[in-house]
């Protein structure tokens, strides 16, 4: 943590906007996503399904359908525009500097090509290594990610390997040409609870080795817990709390991260669950104001009549909401 | 009877064995399957031998990692796959044994809700008829079956008039799985298994779900049998924990416990695998190395002896049994540890 707090933001990141456009209507998947990130940083997007943290991975990565997805804003890695990049250069770019591991492995990766062939690809196009030093580099990394008897492992199929050994080789091929910024969506989620526990070791170790900036997508805030500096947490499109993951997860300042920790089941047998009424908004219509308001205890008119400005109730800390102040005392009275 | 079909104090009408008797037993289950390409004769123990009791009443969660058979199992109980062998006892009466109540009638009394909620509805159907078909199939008029599908569409907090003629594709996540439940409430079961009902939820709605499961099991009386991956949330609702390894029962207790005191050494790793919320907390080291093994040809003796940090000698050679477990406190685990005569270094300390 000492490291992220110096030195020039690896990722800028300002009003990132995504809409998808159909014939029937426009979908506003992110709306005006702003965040920043140091080299050596792990950054948590947390939310829910639908909330828009894959697809700002997807666009932070130029992986979304150029036709159908209008994408605005800026995204600076290193001071180069990210949304300008065209052809060679995109190529070098992905895989090169930025790299990306999925959900679900077995999807991922290519059911006809070995673990081995997947490794020497990346290596050959982006570091330039023959056929001979890009195996033996592909062994060393299945070495680095701890999957027993690399040698062999190297000239195995995807299905041929557990769920937990696949998730590994995908972490070996994003890693494989020393990213400085890994994307990872939700690698965990797809994982047995004594499997995720192992990847998430791994990965912090890893992230540590490499020094890379990370933005790590999840749904669960014990993964966040678990590896995470900071958490930005979305909602309909936008990110309504930012800040150190050990104070938001303590303190949240907005209502909907204090009610996301209250709904999660924490050993309370025999009483029910404060559970967040009604569900996400209908992406394609927004409520105008803030998206949460309908579904916010807290709720003022206000609330429902103009989009919420940035708070800032300490330092490093942010939260759009009208009520912050209210938030806080009530998440910090249980434990004072 | 007919028309508010869940409101009635149905159980008590349909009660055969009394509340004494439990819902189910079940004995030795087993079920394997045959895979190709695997080798000659190689079969998946995908439930070897498993046994346990259901009582009237009580919530029952099953957990376990994937692979180990809690689906598998999920299905036997309801003959959608028939078992190899082994005998059910549905209160008081054998399952599909002659003089015993028939599959047919099982069913009845028993339903399922799984755990894809759009993949488990009808997409060409609205969700009235999908609640209300069940019914209808079993003998109700349409108009009958129609008035029970919106009583029942109520008490899973949908409103009839605005959620009752759409069709699946037009409901968020958390409303199909209120629709599942409520078709498999619309029958009036006396028991209900839920099989990972809630683990494609987010968190929010994942809790409006459970508060719901426990609200209609406290107003029609029903028992659960609870499958799921997420230890938080079988320690939330069960009375009782059913620990599941590559096909068989490690361990078997109450839920308090279950979690204060594992006995087995796999109930303490996954218990230890649990995330806190806490980021001044973290796990620095993992609790098991390893995936699970595969089920086709499972380690000899002990099943979990290839990742346990106490594995001896006599964990190859023997399989270890789980002991005398008649009563619902009874805690017992499936380890040489928990015995005390097994000859482990470490025996009756667990």
């Known amino acids: 943590m000492d490291a992220a707090a110096s030195g020039p933001p690896l990722l800028e990141i300002d009003n990132l906007c995504v809409d998808f456009v159909t014939r029937e209507a426009t979908v506003h998947a992110v709306s005006g996503a702003t965040f920043s990130l140091r080299a050596g940083e792990v950054l948590c997007l947390l939310g829910e399904s639908g909330s828009g943290k894959s697809v700002t991975l997807r666009a932070l990565m130029r992986l979304l359908p150029p036709r159908r997805a209008r994408i605005s ?47 020497t690809e990346m290596l050959r196009r982006h570091k330039g290594l023959g056929r001979a030093a890009a195996r033996a580099r592909a062994i060393e990394l299945l070495d680095l990610v701890k999957i027993p008897s690399p040698e062999r492992r190297v000239d195995a199929y995807p299905h041929e390997l557990s769920g937990g050994l696949r998730q590994r080789a995908m972490i070996a091929i994003a890693l494989s040409c020393g990213p400085r910024l890994l994307l990872a ?75 996301l920790m209250a709904s999660t089941v924490h050993d309370q047998p025999d009483q029910d669950i404060a559970a967040i009424p009604g569900s996400p908004p209908d992406l394609r219509r927004l409520p ?14 206000a609330c429902r009549q103009a989009f919420p400005e940035p708070v800032f109730p300490a330092p490093n800390r942010m939260a759009l909401c009208l009520r912050v102040a209210d938030v806080l005392q009530a998440s910090l009275q249980p434990t004072a | 009877m007919s028309t508010t079909l869940a409101a009635q104090p149905y159980v008590d009408a349909r009660d055969r064995g009394g509340a004494a008797q439990p819902m189910l037993i079940v004995r030795a289950l087993q079920r394997h399957f045959r895979v190709k390409g695997a080798g000659k004769g190689a079969v998946v123990r995908a439930v070897d031998g498993v046994s346990f009791t259901l009582f009237k009443g009580e919530t029952l969660g099953i957990v376990g990692e994937s692979g180990c058979g809690k689906s598998t199992l999920a299905r036997l109980l309801l003959h959608l796959i028939v078992p190899d062998s082994g005998e059910l006892v549905f209160d008081g009466e054998a399952v599909a044994a002659p003089r015993g109540i028939t599959v047919a009638a099982l069913r009845r009394q028993v339903q399922m809700v799984f755990q894809d909620s759009y993949a488990s509805l009808n997409p060409r159907m609205p969700i009235q008829d999908s609640v209300a078909f069940g019914p209808m199939m079993n003998g109700q008029s ?196 928990a015995d005390a005569t097994s000859g482990h270094s470490l025996a009756g300390t667990a």
């Open chain 1, 185 to 259: 969506d939700e690698p965990t989620t797809a994982l047995d609870a004594t499997v995720q526990i192992q990847v998430l070791i791994l990965l912090r170790r890893l992230q540590q080795d490499f020094g890379m900036g990370t933005i790590f997508v999840t749904h669960d805030l014990g993964v966040a817990a678990e590896i995470a500096d900071r958490v930005a947490v979305m909602y309909a499109g936008c990110i309504i709390e930012e800040g150190p993951v050990a104070d938001v997860l303590r303190a949240p300042a907005h209502p909907y991260t204090a009610g």
């Open chain 1, 288 to 301: 105008p104001g803030c998206s949460f308001a309908p579904r916010c205890a807290l709720a003022m008119p």
């Open chain 2, 142 to 337: 349409r108009p009958q079956a129609r008035r029970a599908a919106q009583d029942i569409l109520v008490k899973v907090g949908l409103r009839p008039d605005l959620f009752g003629p759409r069709y699946p594709h037009e409901l968020s996540g958390g409303q199909k799985q209120r629709v599942n439940i409520a078709r498999a409430l619309a029958m009036g079961p006396r028991m209900v298994i839920l099989d990972e009902a809630v683990s494609a939820l987010d968190k929010s709605v994942e809790a409006q779900v459970l508060n719901l499961l426990r609200a209609l099991k406290r107003t029609l009386n029903l028992t659960y049998l609870f499958i799921s991956h997420d230890l938080n949330v079988v320690r939330y609702i069960s009375d009782r924990v059913l620990v599941m390894y590559l096909g068989q029962v490690v361990e078997l207790g109450p839920a308090a416990g279950l979690f204060t005191t594992p006995r087995h050494p796999y109930t303490r790793a996954l218990l230890a695998s649990r995330l806190s919320m806490d980021a001044t907390r973290r796990i620095d080291t993992p609790p098991l190395i390893g995936d699970p093994p595969s089920p086709i040809n499972p380690p000899s003796g002990c099943r979990f002896r290839t990742r346990c940090a106490h594995a001896e000698a006599v964990c190859a050679d023997h399989m270890p049994t789980l002991g005398a477990w008649e009563d619902r406190t009874s805690h017992v685990a499936a380890c040489h540890m």
């Open chain 1, 73 to 119: 804003g800026t995204v600076r890695l290193d001071g180069a525009d990210v949304l300008a990049l065209e052809g060679r250069k995109l190529q070098d770019f992905r895989g090169g500097a930025v790299s990306m591991i999925f959900q679900e492995p077995m999807t991922a990766l290519d059911p006809v090509y070995t673990i081995g062939q997947h490794l």
